[in-house]
């Protein structure tokens, strides 16, 4: 057996979450191929097989926790080499010669339970549910990955079941229909609350009995857990305040309609608003270095380049990559980065180092429809810029009352660095060059 260890994924990594298994126990692996995603503090890691072989012995399920170096399966090389002959080819010829032979006998609950231990795995939830209303898991089909067994199932079975709990001469009665104790009472005290709903069909009442105000206890994940301390830490240290302002964003969509086009035949990516967002940071960035400083023991480090986070909604969350020396990319550059980092980050597949660093964050929550709001900055860095979405609204222009795609902007900073009026000023740098994009070309 060759054992599949947890690896060692990054400094001061010690403890990882099992995110999903990619196969199951008795699944052929090759060589190479991924076989279990796991999360860390700060992005989710595949582990490859280190040897083609047959999975075995998965000594932890989803969502479960694992140190460094703990064995969590272990694989079984094949000595020939190949997966063994699938169920149909292994049948015996005298098997396949008898057409007029008996169809098997249907599957006994013990033995529909031992297949799902071998083949499937039930939810917590399901679980709880299953052994609420006295089933067997055997008997519940799974429609999870991997066949894993989903509480929706369990409600599902229950449902189309209906009063068949009485019917079927093999099944025992359910729980909800047990008869009391000699002693005239329940049986147990979640029979308690059935009478109230007798009037109902069984597979009603065993769902309305189980799921009506029930809870599900769920470990946060490692992600969430490390956004949910320095989102707090944030808050605790830092002296945090917020100014807003907005934006005409006419003359950035008219630009950015006139040469879409051209521009994604040319680089192969289409041009968004980021771009021009992220370039304009740089501008506001070099005027107002606080901005992009950090508070170190008792001192301020001034960054002279710019490594710009970029907040993406990934698989198992928000994420927010780092782009590398944004002064020195291009648009094009830009686009091709967020556009790669978004595709990693859907797939789970965002490393550590891309999270690594930075000194400035944009967050865009307007893709999610919000207009207004307050980012939180990421520590150790001194400031965030939140982008919402684009409405048209009326505005004054010239003496007239017109109508213009508007946007709210809003930056967050640490007020221990950054004075109201740089904060004011920087919000007020990236109105102008938005506005007015030949700014970016001019450097004026």
């Not at 083949?119 to 679980?127: D, I, L, T």
């Not at 047990?178 to 329940?186: D, E, L, M, T, V």
């Not at 780092?322 to 490393?351: G, K, P």
Request: glycine residues 8%; proline residues 6%; hydrophobic residues 40%.
């Amino acid at each position: 057996m060759i054992e599949v260890t947890v690896p060692n994924v990054g400094e001061s990594i010690t403890e990882v979450q099992i995110g999903q298994w990619l196969k199951t126990d008795g699944d052929w692996v090759n060589e190479g191929e991924d076989i279990v995603e796991i999360e860390t503090e700060k992005a989710s890691v595949q582990i490859p097989a280190a040897a083609s072989g047959y999975l075995r012995n998965l000594v932890k399920q989803a969502e479960e926790f694992a140190v460094v170096g703990e064995v969590i399966a272990s694989i079984e090389p094949s000595s020939d080499g190949a997966p063994a002959a699938t169920p149909s080819a292994a049948k015996s010829p005298a098997a396949a010669e008898s057409p007029a032979a008996a169809p098997a006998a249907p599957a006994t609950p013990a033995e529909t339970s031992s297949a799902a231990d071998d083949g499937s795995f039930v939810m917590p939830a399901a679980q709880r549910l299953i052994d609420d209303l006295g089933l067997d898991a055997g008997q519940v089909s799974g429609s999870g990955p991997g066949g894993r067994v989903l509480k929706e199932d369990v409600q599902r079975f229950v449902a189309n079941q209906g009063g068949g709990k009485q019917q079927g001469g093999n099944q025992q009665p359910s729980a909800t229909t047990a008869q009391p104790a000699s002693g005239g009472q329940p049986a147990s005290p979640a029979l308690r609350t059935i009478p109230a709903i007798s009037d109902l069909s069984a597979g009603q009442s065993l769902v309305a009995a189980a799921s009506h105000r029930g809870e599900e206890l769920k470990p946060m994940s490692m992600l969430r857990r490390t956004i949910a301390s320095r989102l707090v830490q944030a808050q605790q240290t830092a002296a945090l305040l917020t100014t807003f302002n907005e934006i005409d964003m006419q003359p950035v969509m008219a630009l950015r309609n006139k040469y879409r086009d051209a521009f994604a035949k040319k680089h192969g990516v289409k041009l968004g608003f980021m771009s021009f967002f992220a370039k304009a940071a740089v501008e506001a960035l070099r005027r107002f270095p606080a901005v992009n400083a950090e508070i170190r023991d008792n001192q301020v480090v001034y960054r002279h380049y710019q490594d710009i986070g970029i907040a993406i909604g990934g698989g198992k969350g928000l994420v927010v990559p780092i782009l590398r020396n944004v002064e020195r990319m291009s648009f094009a550059d830009v686009e091709r980065s967020i556009a790669d980092f978004a595709t990693a980050a859907a797939e789970n597949r965002l490393q550590p180092q891309d999270l690594e660093g930075g000194t400035f964050t944009i967050s865009n929550g307007g893709i999610y429809g919000s207009l207004l709001s307050t980012p939180i900055v990421n520590p150790p860095q001194s400031g965030i810029l939140g982008l919402h979405s684009i409405q048209e609204r009326p505005i004054a222009l010239d003496g007239q009352v017109v109508i213009r795609p508007m946007m709210y902007i809003a930056l967050t900073y640490d007020h221990r660095i950054v004075d109201g009026r740089e904060a004011v000023s920087f919000l007020k740098t990236i109105k102008e060059v938005v506005e007015e994009p030949a700014r970016l070309f001019l450097e004026v």
